[in-house]
């Protein structure tokens, strides 16, 4: 969708370092989604955000909404192989209720 | 607590002909979505259901392309006169939707390759 750029396209970090995944959007977010997916398989639900500067963790994994909820930001913390996948935000813009997505972030973990 | 299912997971067939693939929201969701994949692309949303009306269509979803939800339930999408074009991948997911936020959960997909 060319309303949600997501950078970088794709990134290659050695296990046990950080990584961050960036999602902007052409229009206010509602609410702003983060899926993870591993190659030809379904989409699997990380996060939600939905107000200006929200802020959720789980596990290793951190997830931001700034202020004018226009942009996020994903964070791994101490990546590990099980983090390695496509990364996909997923926005809802207006009041309905499909949601647009980036083109994704490929993740590779080296050990 | 049974996920969103999707049958078949692959299908491979001649451009021409026609196919029809199901899928299975999580019970008790009554919004049921259609999106589709294409390599190294995020999802495009296709059609959304709630309980069994089709609410909207995009306008990728040509003629060639109907979805129902007969009993609000289950749904199925199906593809008349495939062409090369509709190789991708079918994802469904399924919501609550009492709430604006309800978190839409996805299938494994369909994966279509047309000869």
């Known amino acids: 969708s060319q309303e949600l750029e997501q950078s970088p396209q794709s990134l290659i970090v050695q296990e046990g370092k950080n990584l961050t995944i960036n999602c902007t959007s052409s229009?206010?977010?509602?609410?702003l989604y983060w899926y993870k997916q591993k190659y030809g398989e379904g989409l699997i639900f990380l996060m939600m955000?939905?107000?200006?500067?929200e802020e959720k963790s789980h596990e290793k994994i951190t997830a931001k909404l700034d202020e004018k909820k226009q942009q996020s930001s994903l964070h791994i913390t101490a990546s590990q192989p099980s983090h390695a996948g496509i990364y996909l935000c997923?926005?809802?813009?207006?009041?309905?209720?499909?949601?647009?997505f980036g083109a994704g972030t490929t993740v590779t973990v080296r050990a | 607590d049974t996920g969103v299912s999707q049958d078949p997971r692959h299908k491979i067939t001649k451009r021409g002909q026609n196919v029809t693939f199901r899928c299975d929201p999580i019970?008790?969701?009554?919004?049921l979505y259609w999106y589709r994949q294409t390599l190294g692309q995020g999802p495009e949303f296709l059609t959304y259901?709630?309980?069994?009306?089709?609410?909207?269509k995009s306008r990728l979803l040509s003629d060639r392309f109907s979805a129902e939800r007969p009993k609000g339930s289950f749904s199925t999408l199906e593809i008349q006169r495939t062409e090369q074009g509709d190789s991708a991948m079918y994802l469904c997911?399924?919501?609550?939707?009492?709430?604006?936020?309800?978190?839409?959960?996805f299938g494994p997909g369909t994966r279509l390759t047309v000869l």
């Open positions: 229009k206010t977010l509602y609410g």
């Open positions: 259901f709630q309980n069994e009306a089709q609410l909207e």
């Open positions: 955000l939905q107000k200006g500067g």
């Open positions: 997911a399924s919501s609550l939707a009492y709430v604006r936020t309800d978190t839409q959960y």
């Open positions: 997923g926005a809802d813009h207006v009041s309905d209720y499909k949601l647009s």
């Open positions: 019970s008790e969701h009554n919004r």
